[in-house]
Nanobody, 122 residues
Framework: QVQLVESGGGLVQAGGSLRLSCAAS????????MGWFRQAPGKEREFVAA????????YYADSVKGRFTISRDNAKNTVFLQMNSMMPEDTAVYYC???????????????WGQGTQVTVSS
């Protein structure tokens, strides 16, 4: 069983930064691919970023490339999402996700956190 708990959401002005964290309760965190998704009001949930267990591969949605950075600390069972140069369109509930598959982590992860609200004011 995998439990994911996000933190770090909040309100930020356009151009500002936020750092999200996701703590995983799992026996072998390093075996999981980890990622972030988001869902804006009235829209479908969308992929944001993912990082493989060994850090060899990272993936980003085009809309966040160059602004967001995903990282992980396998020793602390934690994955992070550093968000810079934020824009009002980044406003959404952000979800941490985990899966054993490099493909599924970017499409239909098997495990989800409860989500954390991020609001960017203009």
């Amino acid at each position: 069983q995998v439990q994911l708990v996000e933190s770090g959401g909040g309100l930020v002005q356009a151009g500002g930064s936020l750092r999200l964290s996701c703590a995983a309760s799992v026996r072998i965190f390093s075996a999981l691919e980890m990622g972030w998704f988001r869902q804006a009001p009235g829209k479908e949930r969308e992929f944001v970023a993912a990082r493989t267990w060994n850090g060899d591969n990272t993936y980003y949605a085009d809309s966040v490339k160059g602004r967001f950075t995903i990282s992980r600390d396998n020793a602390k069972n934690t994955v992070f999402l550093q968000m810079n140069s934020m824009m009002p369109e980044d406003t959404a509930v952000y979800y941490c996700a985990a899966d054993a598959s490099k493909v599924s982590i970017r499409t239909y992860p098997g495990y989800w956190g409860q989500g954390t609200q991020v609001t960017v004011s203009s």
